[in-house]
């Protein structure tokens, strides 16, 4: 299990962008499969994006695709996610998750959150 805590979220108009980062704490970060769910008021989780443990593969949902970008840094222990051209409906809070299975993480979520960290946008 790996500690992960989120932060860069915050308030921003549509069609702006913001550029949300995860620590994580573990010797084994590098081999956890890492993603960003987001979860709206009153609405279930959704997988927003992942990347595979070496950062080989990604993943994102189709409502971000083209605009959201993961990316991970080993060395850091980091994950990101840029978020452009966002979207009133972008606002919701957004949690770091990590899985050794990429498959997992994806499909059911991770074995490890963050706190998550609230993202805002405003039309």
């Known amino acids: 299990q790996v500690h992960l805590v989120e932060s860069g979220g915050g308030a921003a108009q549509a069609g702006g962008s913001l550029r949300l980062s995860c620590a994580a704490s573990g010797r084994s970060f590098s081999s956890y499969a890492m993603g960003w769910f987001r979860q709206a008021p009153g609405k279930e989780r959704d997988f927003v994006a992942a990347i595979s443990s070496t950062g080989g593969t990604t993943y994102y949902a189709g409502s971000v695709s083209g605009r959201f970008a993961i990316a991970r840094d080993n060395s850091k222990n980091t994950v990101h996610l840029q978020m452009n051209d966002l979207k009133p409906e972008d606002t919701a809070i957004y949690y770091c998750?990590?899985?050794?299975?990429?498959?997992?993480?994806?499909?059911?979520?991770?074995?490890?959150w963050g706190q998550g960290t609230q993202v805002t946008v405003s039309g």
């Open positions: 998750a990590a899985d050794h299975d990429a498959m997992v993480l994806v499909n059911t979520g991770g074995s490890s």
